[in-house]
């Protein structure tokens, strides 16, 4: 059976580091290995043909980073988180902006950011708001942007904006072309995706809402601690941080910098600078 | 008497199972001796959007508190703990847990085969695996990976299993060292907990 060990995974991730800048030192390691495994097999490299494919070969380092880095999302994942943001937090910011800004941080292809859109129109305030997407991977950035998706996962996004409660109907946001359900452009007027690496990046901007579910879970707690302190400097006071509903952050240095809004759908807001 | 052949080298028990593992779960949980010494790490297939009801389903009865860990949650002696719903749970070297969004495997997030398999690789020849009831082969190259490292594999005997697909699965991949009945897995365990008394 394929295996790979830590110190092969270790050379593979300095190789990415010294060459790419890329920097997966600090990821998880059960499923950095699993990753790195499933290129191999997808490839068919041993670990020392990787390591001379990612040296010789400028080009295979976007497939590699796009097969590394996890892309399976769904639209309203956590039907629950959304009705949270529509009734409570959303409302809440409203209070204080009437035009404000999100971030959605490691976007993947997209399902988190139009979901997002979907409920800030039915809310009426889809003009109002201003929306960041970024990414590492830039081959999933295109895909995002295209607001395109197969039709064959409609059948759980779908399910999902029931659960939600949505106010429209599922359906009149996309129309099917060739198997993919195309979605209509509208949606993401005012989004904007942008490359941006979380591990190596700087902080670019400030926001009401930062989204990062289930992207910092690959990672490491010593790297979850930096990307929280960036998260902490690219909120206003008193903005949101929604992360993933088996993720926590109360080992994180900045921890006491936030309060959990909802422990259930993990949402805190920034008390202190 | 030591039926099994046990000692105390044993570091954790991991379990998996699908359909018609639920009553072998619940039964094995509140037959458990109180105090327990090793983790009880449990992956079984469920519905992907009910975040609640299963652990406090699994509760009732236990003998022990269920809880679904956060990622990178820390694994205790005694502990029992549940994959969550739509989540992958894998075992880190520091005997931490790590959850993940990744592609299914088996048709499954939960798979019983990432959370054997990464307790094959921490625990190596200190894990017992055991495998119940259910309607695919997730799992089977789990319990491989985990006798390949020298763990003990067992699987529910498959005439008492509601649907048998899953321990037959991993009978015909790896060598099982016990075949057998909850009521004998129960008995298992209630020796293994003697080893550490």
């Known amino acids: 059976m394929l295996d790979i060990d830590i110190a092969d995974l270790k050379r593979i991730s300095e190789l990415i580091y010294q060459r790419y800048n890329y920097d997966f030192r600090n990821y998880a390691m059960s499923s950095f290995k699993r990753r790195v ?3 191999m097999e997808l490839k068919k490299l041993s670990v020392e043909a990787l390591l001379k494919r990612l040296t010789d070969s400028p080009v295979f380092i976007n497939e590699f980073l796009d097969e590394l880095t996890v892309n399976v999302t769904e639209m309203f994942r956590d039907p629950s988180f959304w009705r949270v943001m529509r009734e409570e937090i959303i409302p809440a910011i409203m209070l204080n902006h009437k035009q404000f800004k999100i971030w959605h941080a490691g ?3 997209g399902e988190e950011v139009l979901s997002m859109c979907i409920m800030l129109k039915e809310m009426g305030i889809l003009q109002d708001v201003t929306l960041i997407a970024t990414d590492l991977d830039v081959n999933i950035l295109e895909r995002a942007k295209a607001a395109t998706h197969p039709i064959k996962n409609m059948e759980l996004n779908e399910k999902n904006y029931i659960r939600f409660q ?17 979605f209509n452009k509208d949606l993401m007027m005012n989004v904007s995706f942008r490359r941006h690496d979380l591990v190596l990046g700087d902080i670019f901007n400030k926001f009401d809402l930062v989204l990062c579910r289930n992207v910092m879970i690959y990672f490491n707690q010593a790297l979850q601690n930096e990307v929280l302190k960036k998260f902490h400097d690219s909120l206003f006071k008193y903005g949101y941080l929604a992360i993933g509903s088996k993720e926590s952050l ?10 959990v809004v909802n ?3 993990k949402i805190y807001k920034k008390i202190k600078d | 008497m030591n039926k099994f052949n046990l000692n105390n080298s044993y570091k954790a028990v991991v379990i998996g199972g699908s359909a018609g593992s639920f009553q072998g779960v619940v039964k094995i949980l509140s037959q458990l001796p109180k105090g327990f010494p090793l ?20 509760s009732i009865k236990s003998v022990v508190q269920v809880t679904e860990p956060h990622d990178k949650e820390n694994i205790k002696k005694g502990g029992v703990y549940l994959a969550p719903a739509n989540y992958h749970m894998s075992v880190e070297l520091g005997h ?10 088996n048709n499954s997030r939960p798979a019983i085969d990432i959370t054997l398999g990464t307790c094959a690789y921490v ?24 006798h390949e490292r020298g763990g003990l594999t067992l699987v529910q005997e498959p005439t008492e299993c509601m649907i048998d697909t899953m321990p037959k699965a991993a009978l015909a991949v790896t060598k099982i060292d016990h075949v057998l009945k909850v009521d004998q897995i129960v008995e298992f365990l209630k020796e293994l907990d003697k080893q550490y008394r």
């Open chain 1, 37 to 39: 495994l499933r290129i």
């Open chain 1, 107 to 109: 976007c993947s292809s």
């Open chain 1, 166 to 182: 949505g106010t429209g109907n599922f359906r009149d946001y996309y129309k099917e072309e060739n198997g993919m359900a195309v």
């Open chain 1, 250 to 259: 109360i080992w994180c240095d900045y921890a006491n910098r936030f309060i």
């Open chain 1, 263 to 265: 422990n259930e759908e």
């Open chain 2, 39 to 58: 983790p009880i790490i449990m992956c079984l297939h469920r519905l992907k959007h009910v975040r609640n009801g299963f652990v406090e389903a699994l």
């Open chain 2, 96 to 105: 931490t847990f790590a959850l993940s969004t990744e592609e299914m495997i």
């Open chain 2, 123 to 146: 625990y190596k020849d200190k894990l017992v695996g055991i495998l119940l009831s259910g309607a695919n082969k997730d799992g089977a190259l789990g319990m491989k990976h985990i």
